[in-house]
C-alpha cells in the first residue's frame, strides 16, 4: 500500500485550510430585516435501483437467491460473467460502467482500492458485516471491509478423471515435465489465467509464486511453454467438464467448480499437489461507477447474501468455502467436513496465496503474452 507521511498529511490538510480561507467572500452587509432561519432544500431520499447488473465468475452463486431477493424487494439482479480477475479488470479499467456488483479476488481488490476504483460501502446498509468470520474481517487489503464483503473462497489444484485414473496425479509434473507416452498427455488443460498459471509453474520449481526475479519467472515462461505441447489448453470456462466427461483427464483448476461437475458427472477427483497449490479470497464489492440508486440496491444485495441462510445456499450451491460464521450453522455436516471445501491443517501448509504486486503486474502480463505466443514446441 502506498504510504502517506504524516507530515505530508498535515501539509495537505494545511494547505485545505488555506485555501478555503483565501475564498471566503467579504462580509456581507448586516441585514436589514431579522434574519430568518435559511430554509435548506430536502435532499432527495435515495430510492434503489430496481434492475442491477452483477458482474461475476460464472456458476458463483445459487440462481434461486436472485427469486429471493426479488420476491423481498421488487429488485432484479442480471448477471454478466468474466473467467479471470484480468478480465474484469481490464474491462473497467476500460471504461465499462452499469454494474453495481464486481467480485475480484484478493489481490486484485487491492489494485481497484489503490486505483479508486471502489465504492466505499455504507455499513449502516449492511449490518450483516457482523455475520463475517473475524478472519475475514480484517483483511490486509481491505482493513475493516470498508470497500468489499468477504464473499467465498477456495482453493487451485488439479481435477483428475477418476473413471480413467487409478491413482490421482499428485505433481505440477504432469505438466512441466509431462511423458509425452503418459495416458493425459494432450489431454489436460491449464487456466487462462496468468497469476494462477505462472503460481504453479512457480511453486513447482520452489520459487516464490509472488517472484519479482525476472531470472525465475523467464524459467517459469520456458517451462509454460513447454506444456503448451501437453496440453490441449489453456481454459477457465469449462476445464472442469471436461474433465467430468472423460474427454480430458487432468485438468489445473478451483475446487467449487470440480465438485459442482462431481454432482453432473459423478467421476472426478481434486488434489492439492505435493508442492503445492494456490489459496484465494473473493470479495463483492461495488464499482466507484455505480450511481446512488444501483449502490444502495447492491448494498441491500450484499446484506442480504451476508444472511445465515442465503450465506449456507451460497456457499453449498458453490461448494466453496464461506467466510460467513452464521451460515456456517446452516450448512450441512457433508459441506463441513468435506475436505476440498474445507482443507485439513496439512493442505493448508501447502497453499499459497496470490498477492498484489503493484507495478511488476505488467511484467508478469508481458511474459505471459509471451508464452500465448510462442509456438507449441
Ligand atoms: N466459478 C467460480 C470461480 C471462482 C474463482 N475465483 C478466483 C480465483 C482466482 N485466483
Redesign the pocket.
Known sequence: MRSHPLGYLILVALLAGLALSACVAPAPAAPQAPAQPAEQPAQPEVQPASEIVFYN????IDPEIYDLFAAETGITVVEDNYS??EELLAKLQGGATGYALI?P?DYTASIMIEEGMLAELNHDNIPNLSNLADQFRNLPYDPGNKYCATY?W?T?GLGYNTEQLDTPPDSWAVFFDPDPNAPWYGRMTLLD?V??VFSAALIYLGYDNNTKHEAQLEEAKQLLIKAKAAISGFDSDLFEELVGSGENLIGHG?N??YLQAQEEFGTIGYVIPKEGG?A?I?NICIPATATPEQKLAGEMFINFLLRPEIGAKLAEY?F?ATPNQAAREHVSEEYLNNPIINPPADVMERLHY?EPLGEFEAVYQRLWDEVKSAPTP
Not at 465468475?57 to 458463483?60: K, P, R
Open positions: 465468475w460464472s456458476d458463483y479471470s480477475n467480485v479476488s467465498l477456495g487451485t489465467d497469476r494462477e478451483w467449487g467448480d494456490t484465494w473473493d458453490t466453496y496470490i
